[in-house]
C-alpha cells in the first residue's frame, strides 16, 4: 500500500499470472505508462499455471529459517533473491508485450540513517537483553510488543514460516484501493 503496488503477490494466496496481466494492462490502456508488482519470494502460481523459476516449497522455506531448522539447509534465501520477481516479471513481459524490469531490492532497504524510534528500539533492546542476563533467562530474545518489552523464547521466535492473514485489515485495505493479489474479484 505504502508504494502504491498494482499488485502484491504473496505465499498465502496463489496468484492468477493473467489476473496480474490484466490490471496491467488496463493501467496502459487508461495511459499509464508504468506499473509496479511487489513479489515475495515464496510467492507461488496457482495449480496449473507455469513457473518459470525454480520451484520453491515450503519445506525449502522452511529449511532455511535458521541453521536448527529440519531438512535442507543453507543458503536458500541468498541464492534465491530475486528468482520469484524475475519469473513474474517475465510472464508478465509476454503476457503484456510491455518491458518488465524485475528489481530486487535486498540491502538497499536495509540502509540509511537511523531515526530516533531506531535509537530508542536499539537502547530498549539492549537493556532489555541486560535484564535478561541479570534474572538468568537465556534462550530468549527481547522483542516489542506494545508497549512492553518481553522476553520471547527462541523455540518460539525461530523456525516459523509467519503468514498474512488472509482476513486482516491490511489485506482487506489492499482489495478497497484496487490493489490485485492475484486472486481475481473478491470483496472487501
Known sequence: MAVCADAVLIPEIPYDIQKVAAKLSEKIKAGRTYGLVVVAEGA???DGEELHAEAVTPESLRSSLSPGATGQ???HVIER??????????QLQRLTDQAAYPLVLGQWVKGGPPTAVDRQLGLGYGAGAVRALQANQSGVMVAFQPPDLV???LTEAINKIRTVPGAS???????SLGISLGEGEVNA
Open 44 to 46: 507461488m502460481p496457482r
Open 73 to 75: 539447509g543453507g543458503s
Open 81 to 90: 533473491s530475486g528468482l520469484m520477481a524475475q519469473a513474474v516479471a517475465l
Open 151 to 153: 522476553f520471547v523464547p
Open 169 to 175: 485489515v491490511f489485506m482487506k485495505i489492499a482489495r
